[in-house]
Nanobody, 115 residues
Framework: QVQLVESGGGLVQAGGSLRLSCAAS????????MAWYRRAPGKQRELVAN???????NYADSVKDRFTISRDNAKNTVYLQMNNLKPEDTAVYYC?????????WGQGTQVTVSS
């Protein structure tokens, strides 16, 4: 079993920054893709960014040039650096990781951006 623990959410003013972290523990042999998703009130969950084993990344258009996803394979951890935050970034953020054929999800961390 694999457990993911997120940290780093909170309340910030528009234009501010936050850094989310998500650490995996448990029976981990090799983590493939790592990703961050978010669910805003009244909306469906959406992919924010993902990062593959080799380091290549993808971003939602709404966060390009503001968010940066990175990973530390030695620590089984994925990060999301969020800069120039906007009120529309307010959501619960979830990390996800794919280990072999299974996916695992964190419990979610609230990010609130005030205008």
């Amino acid at each position: 079993q694999v457990q993911l623990v997120e940290s780093g959410g909170g309340l910030v003013q528009a234009g501010g920054s936050l850094r989310l972290s998500c650490a995996a523990s448990g029976n981990i042999f090799s983590i493939n893709t790592m990703a961050w998703y978010r669910r805003a009130p009244g909306k469906q969950r959406e992919l924010v960014a993902n990062i593959f084993t080799g380091g290549s990344t993808n971003y939602a258009d709404s966060v390009k040039d503001r968010f940066t996803i990175s990973r530390d394979n030695a620590k089984n951890t994925v990060y999301l650096q969020m800069n120039n935050l906007k009120p529309e970034d307010t959501a619960v953020y979830y990390c996800a990781m794919w280990v072999i054929a299974s996916d695992y999800w964190g419990q979610g961390t609230q990010v609130t951006v005030s205008s």
